[in-house]
């Protein structure tokens, strides 16, 4: 029988790895409360999805949540944020292109390390107080 590779500590992965995995974390809870709560068709969800989850609303939603942060996920966030490739989107600045990565990060971390009640808390804050159609 194969022994399971050991797994890694979260601390251990690269800022863009946690960012790869914490921008599905934002994208699945987007998803599941807009099904939850909108009799939309799959077209008109994946627009409403977008207003959450684009590099821009990203930004918007880092800053609203910042001050709820801890000292701990503040550093995870500011890692995340300076680790950016020097690729940018297209649709983003790049400052709004690497807080959301940055972003990205921080939910990535907290999943991985197993802390579904924070990622849950600061949905909710995100939810709560986040207007995704108000103008950038």
Not at 6 to 19: F, V
Not at 31 to 39: G, T
Not at 44 to 61: G, H, I, M, P, T
Not at 80 to 89: D, E, I, L, P, Y
């Amino acid at each position: 029988m194969d022994k399971q590779p050991e797994k890694i500590d979260p601390r251990e992965l690269s800022p863009l790895a946690l960012a790869f995995v914490g921008d599905s974390v934002l994208e699945l809870l987007v998803r599941q409360r807009l099904v939850e709560h909108h009799r939309l068709s799959p077209g008109r969800l994946n627009a409403e999805k977008v207003k959450y989850v684009s590099a821009r609303a990203q930004f918007r939603e880092e800053k609203l949540l910042e001050p709820l942060f801890t000292e701990e996920e503040l550093a995870v966030f500011k890692r995340g944020r300076n680790a950016t490739k020097a690729s940018v989107s297209k649709h983003a600045s790049p400052e709004e292109y690497r807080t959301s990565t940055g972003f990205e990060c921080l939910l990535g971390w907290l999943y991985l390390r197993g802390e579904l009640p924070r990622v849950q808390a600061l949905f909710e804050a995100l939810w709560q107080d986040f207007d995704p159609n108000a103008p950038a």
